[in-house]
Nanobody
Framework: QQQLVESGGGWVQPGGSLRLSCARS????????LGWYRQAPGKQREPVAT???????DYADSVKGRFTISRDNAKNTVTLQMNSLKPEDTAVYYC?????????WGQGTQVTVSS
């Protein structure tokens, strides 16, 4: 099993920035695909950004150019830098790790963007 713990959520005004971090522990494998998902009220959970074991990122169209995902295999962390935040980015953000058909999730952290 792998445990994922997010931190860094909170409230920010439109145009602001937040940095989410995810600490991985337990059965950590450097080849896991890591990512961030989000779920807004009344909506399905959706992928925001993912990063392969080789460090190749992939972003949802809605966050391209504003969000940056990174991973540090030595520290067992994955980070999401979010800039130019919009009210529609408001959601619970979840850290995710995938190993073949196994999926691991964090408990989520709330991000609220409002004035």
């Amino acid at each position: 099993q792998q445990q994922l713990v997010e931190s860094g959520g909170g409230w920010v005004q439109p145009g602001g920035s937040l940095r989410l971090s995810c600490a991985r522990s337990g059965s950590v494998w450097p080849y896991d695909v890591l990512g961030w998902y989000r779920q807004a009220p009344g909506k399905q959970r959706e992928p925001v950004a993912t990063m392969s074991s080789g460090g190749v990122p992939d972003y949802a169209d809605s966050v391209k150019g504003r969000f940056t995902i990174s991973r540090d295999n030595a520290k067992n962390t994955v980070t999401l830098q979010m800039n130019s935040l919009k009210p529609e980015d408001t959601a619970v953000y979840y850290c995710h790790a995938q190993r073949f058909d196994s999926h691991f999730w964090g408990q989520g952290t709330q991000v609220t963007v409002s004035s």
